[in-house]
C-alpha cells in the first residue's frame, strides 16, 4: 500500500500513502497520508503536486474528523420507522442484500425500468463513481441518469462552441494580465486557482469580479461587477458590442478559427451597452470599461464556473461568453483565453467503455430520466410518455433530498409507501431517513480509486491508507456482491477495486508510475487553441451549430423581464451559492465546519430589509408558491439590491422549520443540456413572528 516506509518502531511503523480528494471540487487535490500504524498522523496536500502545492482547503484538512465521525453508518440498516423519520435496526449484509436483490429480481421481472439509479458526485472517482455501479444498471436493464444536475448548461455550451471541455492550463492563469472571475467564488470553490491568480496580481494583473454577490473573492478583486443573476448573456452581448465598435477584434483569429462570425457579429451590434446595462442591472460604464479591459490587455484570460449557467439561459451564456477569447484572439497566448472545464482533456486516457461496459445493455435502450426533475419524477404515475412509474431508486454518491430542486416534491417523492428504496451512503443524510436500506459505504481513505479533475490536467490515484471503518464496504464492492445475489455470473462482475482502477485507464497509462508518484501530468499543447485546432468537425470555434440557433440573451424562468406578475408578488431574485465551509451538503455534519458556518442564513441588502422592516440577525420567513423556508437574516455588504443569498446546501433536517433552500428552487430546466436553475427563483422574505 505504501512506498515510502521509514521503519521506527515495529508497532508504529510510519508509512505515507497518496490519496486524492474525492470531492466535487476542479481542484482535485493530491494528498499524503501519514499514518503510524493504523492510526492517520497527519493528512496533508502533497507538496510535490504543482496545482495542489502542499495546502488542502479548511473542509478537507478536516478529512479524518468525517471519518471518524461517531454518527458514521457502519452497519447495514433497515426501516423501522416511518419513511423520513430515519428510525432503522441493524440487519446482516447477507440479509439485506439478499432482501434487495429479492425485491429488484421482482419488479425487474416486470419492467427493468422501473428501477432508477440515482448517484452524483460524492465521489468524483472512477472506481467508485460509475464501474462496477454501471455495469450492474446496464446488465440490468434499469432506467438510465442524466447526470445534470450541475454542469449540464455550461457543458453543453462549452461543447457546442469549443467541441469539448478544454480550456487553458490552471497554471497559466499566473502569467495573465488580466483575469475576469466570471461567476466564481473562487476562494471558497476553487482556492488552488485563486493561488494563482494572486500570483497574477502581484505581476500587476487586473482581477475583475463578475458576480451578483460581492463574494469573498469579489472583495479581493480590483472590480467587482454585480449583475443580476441570469443576465451573463447579455453582458457578453454588450462587451462584444463594444469590441466591434472600437475594432478591439483579431480579424486573422476570427476569419481562420471561428464559425459564423458574421451572424454573430450582426447580432452583437444590436447591443449597445446601455442596453446590456439596463437588462443587466448595470451602470452602461461598467460595460464600456470591462468592454476597454478587455479588449486592450493582453493576456486576458477568463475564468469562468458553472456558478452562472444555473439559469433559465446558461447554456446560451456560456457560449457567448466562450466566443469572447475567440473575437479578441487570446487564445493565441498560453495565458490567454478561458477554462470553464478541463475534463475532456482526460478522455485521451479514460477506458470508459471497459469501465462501465454499456455492451451488457445488449441492444436494449432503457429510458433516460434527468436527475434534476427528481420529484416529478417519483411522482409520476407512468404514462406512455414516461414509461413505467419508479418502483425502486438506488442512490449513492449523493443526496437528492437536500441537493435536487423543488424539495416539496422531492420529499413526497422519497416518501411514497411503495417505492423501494436503497442508500448507499457514510450518514444518516435527509435522503437516507427516507430508505429502506442503508448500506455503509467506504470513505475515501478506506478504498481504491483514481481521479481525473475538471479543473486542472493531471492524473491522480488514491491507495486506501485505512481498513473500513465497522462493516462499510466500497461502493463498488457493494455492487459486486448485489450482482452476484442477482445471479450475473459475467467475469467483469468478479473484478476487484484495483483491477477497476486500472481498467479505467487505457494501457498507456503508466499504472504503476501513477502509484509511485500519486499523479500524472497529461501531455498536452501548451496554448491549446493558439492556432484553432478547436474538437468541432472543422476545428473552429462555432458561433453557430446547426440545428441550434444563434446564442442569444435567454431570460430567466423567473424575472421581472419574464414573469412580471410573479415578480410582483415575489420581487427578490435568490441565488443559493455553496457555503464555504461545506460542499455541497457535504460536512453540515461536521461540528468544527459546521461551527464555522454557524445556521442557515439569507444576505440581504440593506435597504430591501428596510423596505420590510426586517432587522439584521431576525428570523425570517423565505418564501414564494413552492413553500416556505426560515432562517436568520444577515444584512450584508455582499448582497445588491434585489438580489438575496441563501448560502447552501444545508441538510433539512437542520433548518429552523426542517426545510433549506431548496424548498424554493423550481424544476424548470434549463436552455440547453437540462440542467437546473437554482439560481433562477424568485422569492419574498417577510419577518417571523418571535417565538414565545
Ligand atoms: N467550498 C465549496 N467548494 C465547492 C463547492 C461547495 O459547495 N463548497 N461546490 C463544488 C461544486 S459542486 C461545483 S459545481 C464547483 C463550482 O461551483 P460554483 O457553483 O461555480 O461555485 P462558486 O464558485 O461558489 O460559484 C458560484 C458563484 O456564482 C455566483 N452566481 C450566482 N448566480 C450568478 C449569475 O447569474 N451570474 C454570475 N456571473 N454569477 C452568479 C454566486 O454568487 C457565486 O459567487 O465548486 C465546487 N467547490
Ligand atoms: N440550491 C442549490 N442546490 C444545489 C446547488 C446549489 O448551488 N444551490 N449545487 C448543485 C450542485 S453544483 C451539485 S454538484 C449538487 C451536488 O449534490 P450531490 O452530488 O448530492 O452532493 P453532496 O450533497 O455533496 O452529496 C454527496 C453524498 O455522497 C456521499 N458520499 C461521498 N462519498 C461516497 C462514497 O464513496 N460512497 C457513497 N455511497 N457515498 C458517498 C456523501 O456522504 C454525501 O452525502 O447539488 C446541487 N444543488
Ligand atoms: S475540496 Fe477542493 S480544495 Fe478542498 S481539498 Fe478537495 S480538491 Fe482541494
Ligand atoms: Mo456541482
Known amino acids: 500500500m505504501s512506498d515510502q516506509t521509514t521503519a521506527t518502531h515495529p508497532a508504529a511503523a510510519v508509512r505515507v500513502v497518496h490519496a486524492a480528494c474525492p470531492h466535487d471540487c476542479p481542484d482535485t487535490c493530491a494528498i499524503r497520508v501519514t499514518l503510524e500504524g493504523e492510526r492517520v498522523v497527519r493528512l496533508q496536500g502533497d507538496p510535490d503536486h504543482p496545482t495542489t502545492h502542499g495546502a488542502l482547503c479548511t473542509k478537507v484538512s478536516r478529512y479524518v474528523e468525517r471519518v471518524t465521525h461517531p454518527e458514521r453508518v457502519l452497519q447495514p440498516l433497515r426501516r423501522v420507522g416511518a419513511k423520513g423519520e430515519g428510525r432503522f435496526e441493524p440487519v446482516s449484509w447477507d ?35 460509475e464501474s ?125 478559427h471561428v464559425e459564423g ?103 436494449r435502450q432503457p429510458r433516460t430520466i434527468n436527475m434534476s426533475t427528481i420529484g416529478d419524477d417519483l411522482l409520476n404515475p407512468g404514462s406512455a410518455a414516461f414509461g413505467p412509474k419508479v418502483e425502486a431508486v438506488i ?10 430542486p423543488d424539495s416539496a416534491k422531492v420529499v413526497a417523492g422519497f416518501q411514497r409507501e411503495d417505492l423501494f428504496t436503497v442508500v448507499l451512503e457514510h450518514f444518516l443524510t435527509d435522503t437516507a431517513d427516507n430508505a429502506d436500506y442503508v448500506l455503509p459505504a467506504t470513505t475515501q481513505l478506506e478504498h481504491w480509486d483514481v481521479h481525473t479533475s475538471y479543473g486542472h490536467t493531471y492524473l491522480l490515484i488514491n491507495e486506501p491508507a485505512l481498513a473500513p471503518a465497522g462493516e462499510a464496504r466500497s461502493n463498488a464492492e457493494i455492487f459486486r456482491q448485489l450482482a452476484a445475489k442477482m445471479g450475473f455470473d459475467e467475469p467483469c462482475f468478479a473484478d476487484d477495486d484495483l483491477t477497476l482502477a486500472r481498467q479505467a485507464l487505457v494501457p498507456s497509462v503508466d499504472f504503476e508510475r501513477l502509484r509511485r508518484d500519486g499523479w500524472l501530468k497529461l501531455d498536452l499543447p501548451e496554448a491549446p487553441f493558439a492556432e484553432g485546432g478547436f474538437a468541432t468537425p472543422s476545428g473552429r470555434a462555432r458561433a453557430t451549430v446547426p440545428g441550434l440557433p444563434l446564442p442569444d440573451f435567454v431570460p430567466n424562468h423567473e424575472s421581472a423581464r419574464s414573469t412580471p406578475e410573479l415578480a410582483a408578488r415575489f420581487p427578490l431574485a435568490m441565488i443559493s451559492p455553496p457555503a464555504r465551509n461545506f460542499l455541497n451538503s457535504t460536512f453540515v455534519n461536521v461540528k468544527s465546519l459546521r461551527a464555522i458556518e454557524g445556521e442557515p442564513l439569507l444576505e440581504m441588502h440593506a435597504g430591501d430589509a428596510a423596505a420590510r422592516g426586517l432587522a439584521d440577525g431576525s428570523m425570517v420567513k423565505v418564501f414564494n408558491d413552492r413553500g416556505e423556508h426560515h432562517c436568520l437574516l444577515k444584512v450584508s455588504p455582499r448582497a445588491r439590491p434585489g438580489v438575496v443569498h441563501g448560502l447552501g446546501v444545508w441538510w433539512r433536517k437542520l433548518g429552523r422549520n426542517g426545510t433549506n433552500v431548496n424548498q424554493l428552487t423550481h424544476q424548470g430546466l434549463t436552455d440547453l443540456g437540462g440542467g437546473p436553475s437554482f439560481y433562477d427563483c424568485l422569492v419574498e422574505v417577510a419577518a417571523l413572528p418571535v417565538a414565545a
Open 95 to 129: 440479509e439485506a442484500l439478499s432482501d434487495i436483490a429479492g425485491r429488484l429480481k421482482a419488479i425487474a421481472a416486470r419492467d427493468p425500468e422501473a428501477i432508477l439509479p440515482y448517484s452524483y458526485a460524492g465521489t468524483m472517482g472512477l472506481v467508485q463513481g
Open 132 to 256: 462496477m455501479a454501471s455495469r450492474f444498471w446496464h446488465r440490468l436493464g434499469a432506467s438510465r441518469l442524466d447526470r445534470t444536475i450541475c454542469a449540464a448548461a455550461g457543458g453543453e455550451g462549452l461543447l457546442q462552441t469549443y467541441g469539448a471541455k478544454m480550456g487553458m492550463h490552471l497554471e497559466h492563469f499566473a502569467e495573465s494580465r488580466l483575469i475576469l472571475i466570471w461567476g466564481s467564488n473562487s476562494i471558497a470553490s476553487n482556492l488552488h486557482f485563486w493561488t494563482y491568480a494572486q500570483a497574477a496580481k502581484r505581476n500587476g494583473a487586473k482581477l475583475i469580479a463578475i458576480d451578483p454577490r460581492r463574494s469573498e473573492t469579489a472583495e479581493k478583486c480590483h472590480q467587482h461587477i454585480a449583475l443580476m443573476p441570469g443576465t451573463d448573456g447579455a453582458l457578453a452581448l454588450g462587451l462584444m458590442h463594444e469590441l466591434i465598435v472600437n475594432d478591439w477584434l483579431d480579424h486573422d483569429y476570427l476569419a481562420k
Open 261 to 363: 462570425w458574421p451572424e454573430l457579429r450582426e447580432r452583437a451590434l444590436q447591443w449597445p451597452p446601455e442596453r446590456a446595462a439596463e437588462t443587466c442591472g448595470l451602470a452602461a460604464d461598467e460595460v464600456r470599461g470591462l468592454a476597454r479591459d478587455y479588449g486592450t490587455t493582453a493576456p486576458a484570460a477568463i475564468r469562468l464556473n458553472y456558478g452562472m449557467q444555473r439559469v433559465r439561459g446558461g447554456g446560451n451564456a456560456v457560449r457567448l461568453i466562450a466566443l469572447l477569447p475567440c473575437l479578441t484572439g487570446a487564445w493565441k497566448h498560453r495565458a490567454g483565453g478561458l477554462l470553464l472545464s478541463a475534463s475532456g482533456w482526460f478522455k485521451r486516457v479514460r477506458n470508459d467503455a471497459v469501465l462501465e461496459r454499456p455492451d451488457l445493455l445488449a441492444g
Open 395 to 404: 442512490v449513492y454518491n449523493s443526496n437528492p433530498v437536500a441537493v435536487a
